[in-house]
Structures are given as structure tokens and as C-alpha cells.
């Protein structure tokens, strides 16, 4: 199963990256949501897919499951969300200044 992630994962990645370097602003967006999805799938991947009872102690239960790595995704969650509604609100205000998403015309000639 772990192998099957890694897959995934790195499909992820190599979509992600595919789309950060497109010239369209929301395209760049999206390619930064999708690699970090591909970041929480690795974390769960590494932190092993074991199943067990929650980790809370008690009597009779031997196996627990790991809760750092759902720790880590959720914090990453949380601040892929963050970053991922900054970009969007620069992406509006930089679409309202300018009236293009294109990052060529963004960029300007080289005499501006």
C-alpha cells in the first residue's frame, strides 16, 4: 500500500510542478493546492499506513496508532489552506489592477 502512495504521490508532484510553471495565475494556484496534497499524502505514507486503536491508553489495547503524522497533515493542512487563500486574494487584487492573469504581460518588456 505504501508503494501505491508513493505513486500517487509523485504523480501528484509531477502535476503540481507541471502547473506551477503554466502562465496563468489560478493554474499556478491550483499547481501549489495539488503539491500540497502530494506533501500530506508522503507524511501519511512515511509515518507508515498502520491501523490500530486511537491513542488513548487502556487497558488490554498493545497497538496503537501513530498521531504524529495526522498532527503533521492536519498543521499542514491548515497552513496549505492559509497560503492557498492569500495567493487567491493576490491573484483577484492582481486580476482588478491589471485586467490579466497572463504572467508574460505581468512580467512587462524589459524597458518598463
Known sequence: MEIFMSIV?????AAGVYLLLQRQILKIIIGTAILSHA??????????LDRGAPPIIKDGITKYADPLPQALILTSI?????????LLVLAYRTYNENR???MEQ???????
Not at 504521490?9 to 508532484?13: A, H, R
Not at 506533501?39 to 505514507?45: E, K, P, R, V
Open 100 to 102: 490579466t492573469d497572463n
Open 9 to 13: 504521490s509523485g504523480c501528484l508532484v
Open 106 to 112: 505581468l512580467r512587462g518588456t524589459d524597458n518598463e
Open 78 to 86: 491548515v497552513i496549505s489552506f492559509g497560503v492557498t487563500s492569500y
Open 39 to 48: 506533501a500530506h499524502l508522503l507524511i501519511l505514507t512515511m509515518g507508515k
